[in-house]
């Protein structure tokens, strides 16, 4: 089987190295890099987490610097994906996230995280029941930007809403949320049952039980369905402690990274290629569609504001063994702006 190039539209790092450590290198964004490329990886997003405004500035500028430096950055980096600070600090709904440091939606505070860069933050991850969310979604969305539900409370009035104003994915559906939810006026239908809003899973079996994953596909339509890995720094490591936007996590030896405390995720140790072979041992989907869903879909999702960047992507080709491993059998072009 041959395929695009996979893309992960949610990594928070990768084989050791953190995109949320304000003394990121060139050398280390490589290493991270190199690393996707072997498991299939083509294209990505480097995430960033909510963070001060002046934690995220010295982040970003320290990331977007890497990128510039690195050898494969320009190749497989066309933007950044910033999934708060404007998320519900609510208990269950902030998971790893700071709560102390999430606030309303602020256009200038990304129009300076911004400011300078070398390219854009393309994807921005937002609670849309915040105040003053609706207006800022409308503002983004008129700027090119692809805007994401995640952390959230948002109710079908809100996600309705949102959707109007130009919202279009779930950055990953199920999680981010409190255990215990009302019966059925919730954020999860609501997100379900909103057909403009595609959905991000994380496909790692800790995340999201394979049977509930298999519901959410099913329910929501494999077409409308993008994996991704939310991976961290522990994402290709042995298990251990590891340090990720500032706060320790530890990996276990059952693929779970975990808070300090042990009680919540914190991130994933997924590998994209990994939750391909998932969704086909899950019996969740075939090869083809769900290398689609790790490839061609997320691709699609950012499309208007690719072009809207004047940004070409290259994806690359991967052939896949019978056993579903990857191999990169072309490598992606110079990004074209």
């Keep these: 089987m041959r395929t695009e ?5 949610q990594v928070n790092g990768y084989g050791g190295v953190d995109f949320n450590d304000a003394a990121l290198t060139a050398d280390r964004l490589d290493h991270a890099l190199a690393a996707m490329l072997d498991d299939g990886v083509t294209g990505c997003l480097p995430t960033l987490i909510t963070a001060t405004p002046e934690q995220l500035r010295d982040r970003i ?4 610097a890497a990128v510039q430096g690195s050898r494969l950055g320009p190749l497989m980096v066309p933007g950044y994906h910033l999934e708060g600070p404007f998320l519900n600090a609510g208990e269950g709904y902030h998971g790893c996230h700071p709560a102390a440091a999430m606030s309303d939606p602020d256009r200038a505070l990304v129009a300076d995280l911004e400011a300078g860069l070398s390219r854009p933050i ?3 991850t937002l609670a849309p029941e915040r105040p003053g969310a609706l207006d800022a979604i409308r503002h983004w969305a008129a700027e090119g930007k692809t805007l994401a539900v995640a952390h959230s409370a948002a109710d079908f009035a809100c996600v309705r809403a949102a959707a109007d104003a130009g919202l279009s994915l779930s950055t990953h559906l199920g999680n981010g949320l409190p255990q215990m939810l009302p019966k059925l006026d919730n954020t999860l239908l609501a997100q379900l049952a909103e057909p403009r809003l595609a959905a991000c899973l994380i496909a790692d079996g800790h995340h999201i039980p394979p049977e509930a994953l298999r519901a959410l596909v099913a329910l929501k ?3 409308h369905c993008i994996l991704v890995s939310d ?3 522990a994402a290709g490591m042995p ?5 990720f936007a500032g706060m320790g996590v530890r990996l276990t030896p059952e693929g779970r990274v975990v808070q300090p405390s042990g009680t919540g995720l914190a991130g994933s140790a997924l590998r994209l290629d990994q939750a391909v072979r998932n969704l086909v041992d899950w019996s969740i989907a075939p090869p083809e569609l769900a290398a689609a869903m790790a490839g061609s879909a997320p691709r699609a999702a950012l499309r208007r504001t690719l072009d809207r960047h004047g940004i070409t992507l290259d994806p690359g080709e991967v052939t896949w063994s019978d056993a579903l491993r990857p191999r990169i059998s072309r490598r992606p072009a110079v990004l074209r702006r």
């Design 221 to 223: 339509g494999p077409e």
């Design 61 to 64: 500028a320290a990331l977007d």
């Design 239 to 243: 298990p251990g402690d590891y340090s």
């Design 231 to 233: 991976a961290v720094v």
């Design 5 to 9: 190039g996979l893309f992960d539209l």
């Design 122 to 124: 393309l994807l921005l």
